[in-house]
Every structure is written in structure tokens, then in C-alpha cells.
């Protein structure tokens, strides 16, 4: 008699033979402190410098736009800040309207509504879960026109000030197809790069394909400060500009606070900064972990039906900051089945998040059709991406 296991058992079952056995529950990605942390931070205590002056923000500033091949790197409080501060230096005001996926976690948008402008929610592609250049196209074909140079929502009578391109799970966006698709409407292209720290495309790093890109370094990503963001550019004029207005808009004078527009707060500490250099001394490390364990888990998917690896196009090396499954459509009914047995076993595993324009705070933005973003949330489910990980592919244990 053959038992034919379920593709929930059968998913449990391959995830074990990458991972081990879990006695305590594993998390989708844990912040990891390898390095020099505790060192640059008790320096930081011991020295004083704990808050918005001092060294490491420098120093972590140079070594955020090195890594990301830009010449700036501006240090805030957290990704959601960086980009605000990015589509404000982008020229984005209150009342324009700004492109971004309805696939994204919902900080793309916030950001864009604590401006006071309006997310205007576009479709996903299969290949890399990010904008669908197709269907950006034929969606601009359909609203937007160009007056003046810039161009306008006919619909809405908003200008369209800016994309925001979203590196999903790591993975690059289709940069030369977005390029082409919006060359008929001028826009600023403002990447959001929370996620891609270390990833590439066509060989160049997430964060320099726009104009000016946002990366966070919140406790779940690749890299973390604990919270924290950068603004990283390769225009000085707006790298200036992002510097200024994180740091309350105030003029540079001996004594005198004179601030020439309402800025914000939004600096990195030093002793954030002092975690985050620390840690970027290990993201080639973790880079090579990471492409361990996906190429682990790949193999053991190999020939599974029902459900495939996302996997980066060819051109890009994604950083693999969230390992993702694919359900056929078939199995997208099991999907709540599979994380219950997952989660139950403790294999943390997720769903996508709730698309934009479901959320009921942005059910009446404007919107491209979303078919294909909204066949891409019922089937992806992320499971245990944690560099350490890697470090048991092929180990025997
Ligand atoms: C994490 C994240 C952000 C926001 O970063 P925070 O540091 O949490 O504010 C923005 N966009 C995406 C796609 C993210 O994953």
C-alpha cells in the first residue's frame, strides 16, 4: 500500500533535510552579531558618543554607499524614513501621485503618504516579483500624458512625480525593462532597497540603478543596526539636500540654531551606526551563506510537484534575504494548510503581505489592474532564511 504524503508533510520533510531538526522554533531571518559589535558599541558608551554625532555614522555612511556603488550615503532612523527623505529630495510634494507596486510591505507606501502625496498601486511580474514593465507600460498608455515635461494622471489630474521600484525578498527588478517602459513619461525613479542590500543586477548593486534608493536596517533584514536606514546616491546636490533635512534642517554655525525649512529628526545614533559598521564587515560572509542555503533548499525541491523555488532571473544575484516557495495554482487552496503544518512544527513560514490596495487605509487609491500581483499573494510563502543556516547545508547534521 503507497501513502501519499501531503505536499505540507512532504514540504516539512525536505525543509528538515536543509535545516535539521528544530528544537526551538526557527524564525524566518534572525539578526546575527558576529563581529566587532560589542566592541565599537562599548566604545561608543565609553567615549560618550552615543547619539546623533560621532564617527560611526561617517564611517557607516561611507561603507553603506561603497557597498552600494553610490559616491553618498545618508544614515537615518529607519528605512521608512529613508524613504521619505528620498522621494522628498526627489522633488515629490504633497498632492503629486507616486508608482509602486501593490506587492510591497506597506512603509513604500507610508512613506509616500506621510508626504502627502498619493500611492498609485501597480502590478507585479512573475519573473522577479517586482514592477511589471509590461504592464506599467500599457498602464501609462492608458493614464498618464506629458504636459510641461512632467507628466500627469488624466484621470486624477495628479502629476506623477516618481516610481518606486521594490527589490522583493532581495530579488532585482527588471531595471532596463522599467527604464524603457517609462521613457515616453518623465519620472523620478526612487528604488526602495530595504531588502537588497548585497544584491545585483546586471552586475550593479541594488540602491544605484535610480536616481536615489532607500535601504533599511531593521532587525529582520540582511544587515542591522537594530533600526535603522540610508539614503545612498550617486547626486551630490540631493545626498546634501536628504543630510539636511534629516537633521532638522539647521545651518551650520558655531552656536546659532537657525533652521531654513521644517526638517526632522530622523539621524542615525552613533551607537546604531557602531552595530551597523560592525555588521557590514560581514555581509560578504553572509552573502555566500545565504546562496548556500537557497542552492540547499533548491536541491531539495528538485522534482517536488506542486510547488517551486522562487529563484532570481539569470542577469541578477539576488542577496536571498527571503527564501520564497511558489505553490502551483492548483495547491494555492492548501496554502493556509501548509503554513498551519509549517508554524506548527516550528518552521516559521509566511505568507506575502497583504497587497496595498486590500489594505482598507488604501482601498481607494488609484491603481493599475493587479492580477497578477494578486495571483503571485495567494501562492508565495517565505520559510527559515537566516544565514547561520547556510552554515548546515551539506554538514551532515
Ligand atoms: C523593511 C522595509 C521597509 C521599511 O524599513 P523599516 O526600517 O522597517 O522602516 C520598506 N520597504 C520594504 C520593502 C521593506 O521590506
Known sequence: ????????????????????????????????????????VLDCIDTGWVSS???????????????????HGVAVVNGTAALQIALAVSGVNAGDEVLLPTLTFVATANAVTHLGAV???????????????????????RIAEVRGGQTWNRKTGRRIAALVPVHVFGCPVDMDGIDAAISDWPMVVVEDAAESLGSRYKGKSCGSLGTVAAISFNGNKILTTGGGGAI??????????ARHLSTTAKLAHKWEFVHDEVGYNFRM????????????E???????????????????????????I???????????????????????????NILTV??????????????????SIYQSAPRAILTQAEDLAARLISIPSSAYLGARVNNGI
Not at 119 to 141: K, Q, W
Open 1 to 40: 500500500m503507497t501513502f501519499k504524503r501531503s505536499l505540507a508533510e512532504e514540504l516539512l520533510n525536505r525543509i528538515r533535510s536543509v535545516v535539521g531538526q528544530n528544537d526551538a522554533s526557527l524564525p524566518l531571518h534572525a539578526p546575527e552579531f558576529l563581529g566587532r559589535e560589542r566592541e565599537l
Open 53 to 71: 554625532v560621532g564617527s560611526y555614522v561617517n564611517m557607516f555612511e561611507a561603507e553603506v554607499a561603497r557597498l552600494s556603488d553610490c559616491l
Open 119 to 141: 500611492p498609485h498601486f501597480i502590478d507585479s511580474a512573475y519573473d522577479t516579483l517586482g514592477v511589471c514593465p509590461t504592464l506599467l507600460r500599457s498602464h501609462l498608455e
Open 232 to 241: 545612498v546616491t550617486n547626486n551630490a546636490d540631493m545626498a546634501s539636500r
Open 269 to 280: 545614533p552613533n551607537v546604531n551606526a557602531a552595530i551597523g559598521l560592525a555588521q557590514l
Open 282 to 308: 560581514q555581509l560578504n560572509n553572509r552573502l555566500v551563506l545565504k546562496q548556500r542555503l537557497f542552492d540547499g533548499y533548491a536541491e531539495a525541491f528538485r522534482g517536488l510537484s506542486g510547488v517551486q
Open 310 to 336: 522562487f529563484k532570481a532571473p539569470i542577469v541578477s544575484n539576488s542577496n536571498n534575504w527571503l527564501i520564497t516557495l511558489l505553490l502551483d495554482r492548483a495547491y494555492a487552496k492548501d496554502r493556509n
Open 342 to 359: 509549517l508554524n506548527d512544527a516550528g518552521i516559521m513560514a509566511r505568507p506575502v503581505w497583504a497587497l496595498m490596495h486590500q489594505l
